[in-house]
């Protein structure tokens, strides 16, 4: 049996602080399972087997199975089931993935995935005393992004930064600041056209009571010279900046999944084939290299070779690590994020795999190609990739 994707929608992406900033994230979760239902005018909430929803931080807002908390808001009846899975950036792709899987098995015909992330809204933790009433201070420690609260047994070189780990992947591999640059201004240049051209038009849904309509860090005026005037943030003689990594944003994304014979009760047909699937990790600090082989393995398991893929939708966490990819890769680089990448339209990220998903799903309908790849590396080692197939097109 086979899985299908037959609907996706997100909503704009905010910048830190920015548009989404007043809305919770179990909200933003609401609206796309909401914006993603309405997408599939037959559909019957009360048919959906299984939600399967992604969230990396948890700590706050989006507490108590976030996935259940948005399927409660948008009115869903209360017998639909739902689960949160976390698998840091991935875990929205990590859904797609699982709510795949249960269809294939059997084990469910039609299923509700997808992810959310306020960056904006995540709060600060203190961790409990050891005894009460203890005599120092206590520190607030930020969920924002990366390492908190990390147990002490953890190898050092397993718990640098994020944008350290990358220095380490540009070091190895001898990824120029030129070339971070000049693949940053892409992401925004292309991101801009694919807005101007309306291509996100029905992929994206704005929220009520924002005044947000697009996703809100493009930067049509970026170019590879004026990204080389900013410094970098991680060493002083590194390479990675602000202009040259995605930022932190708000937003969420959602992919209702179905079998074929859910094509009648959904009232659509379906936009994708879900045809391979893989994760794959490495020591922690090369997290940003994981993707590589998640990729090869998923082509494996769907039965094809790179020489046939004719789209591909990388998560552009950092330039760099996304250059790295897609040399190992040997594809045709112009085949890579044509809509732009995470490094404009922001990387909220639980919502980031569902946004590359519905992406993918629609250039493929849109160029006419079979096959695509959506990859993602993922904190503390990891990548995860799946394969979709485009039912309308011919053999490649």
Known sequence: MSSYVYATARTPFGKFNGGLAGVRPD???????????????????????????????????????????????????????????????????????????????????????GGVESMTRTPWVLPKPAKGFPAGDAMAVSTTLGWR????RMPKEWTVSLGAANEQLRERFGISRERQDEFAARSHQLAHRAWADGFYDDLVAPVEGTELTRDEGIRPASTSESLADLKPVFQEDGTITAGNASPLSDGASAVLLGSAAAAERIGADPLARVAGRAAFALPPQEFGYAPVEAANRALTRAGITWDQVGAVELNEAFAV??????DAWKVDPEIVNTKGGAIALGHPLGASGGRIVGTLAKVLRERNQRWGVAAICIGVGQGLATVLENPEAGPR
Request: hydrophobic share 45%; glycine share 10%; proline share 5%.
């Open 149 to 152: 609260l990390v147990n002490p």
């Open 321 to 326: 690590q996304s250059l790295a990819c897609v």
């Open 27 to 113: 909200d933003l979760a609401a609206h796309a399972v909401s914006a993603a239902l309405a997408r599939a005018p037959g559909l019957d909430p009360s048919a959906i087997d299984d939600v399967v929803w992604g969230n990396a931080n948890g700590a706050g807002e989006e507490n108590r199975n976030v996935g259940r908390m948005a399927v409660l808001l948008a009115g869903l009846p209360c017998r639909v089931p739902a689960t949160t899975v976390n698998r840091l950036c991935g875990s929205s792709l990590d859904a797609v993935l699982i709510g795949s899987r249960a269809i294939e098995t059997g084990d469910a015909d039609i299923v509700l995935t």
